[in-house]
């Protein structure tokens, strides 16, 4: 089955929202005294396309701020997936102008 742009979309927004979620639950159950998610599944669902909710809910609530080594694997999953997405963006287009040189 192949990867469609509206497809890797979806399941961007929807990883970022549960990333967002995960943290906001993490905060409130920190607080109550609650049973708390793992921060390797923190972690995970950052590495997995869900950096920029990860980040955004870690700032929001101020969760995970000054935790270290959790802080800087997470900054380091950023950091990865930024030069991930310039490196096929810089590989799309060289690929699609070969392409387009052909017609």
């Given at each position: 089955?192949?990867?469609?742009?509206?497809?890797?979309l979806c399941f961007l927004v929807a990883i970022n929202v549960m990333s967002f979620c995960l943290f906001w639950y993490d905060k409130h159950a920190a607080r109550s005294g609650w049973r708390r998610i793992?921060?390797?599944?923190?972690?995970?669902?950052?590495?997995?396309?869900?950096?920029?909710?990860?980040?955004?809910?870690?700032?929001?609530?101020?969760?995970?701020?000054?935790?270290?080594?959790?802080?800087?694997?997470?900054?380091?999953?950023?950091?990865?997936?930024?030069?991930?997405?310039?490196?096929?963006?810089?590989?799309?287009?060289?690929?699609?102008?070969?392409?387009?040189?052909?017609?």
């Amino acid at each position: 089955m192949p990867i469609t742009v509206p497809g890797l979309l979806c399941f961007l927004v929807a990883i970022n929202v549960m990333s967002f979620c995960l943290f906001w639950y993490d905060k409130h159950a920190a607080r109550s005294g609650w049973r708390r998610i793992r921060e390797r599944t923190l972690l995970q669902s950052a590495f997995f396309g869900g950096s920029i909710g990860a980040m955004a809910g870690s700032q929001v609530f101020r969760h995970k701020t000054r935790k270290e080594p959790f802080r800087t694997r997470l900054i380091l999953i950023v950091l990865l997936q930024t030069i991930v997405t310039a490196a096929c963006a810089i590989f799309a287009s060289g690929y699609l102008d070969a392409f387009a040189s052909v017609f």
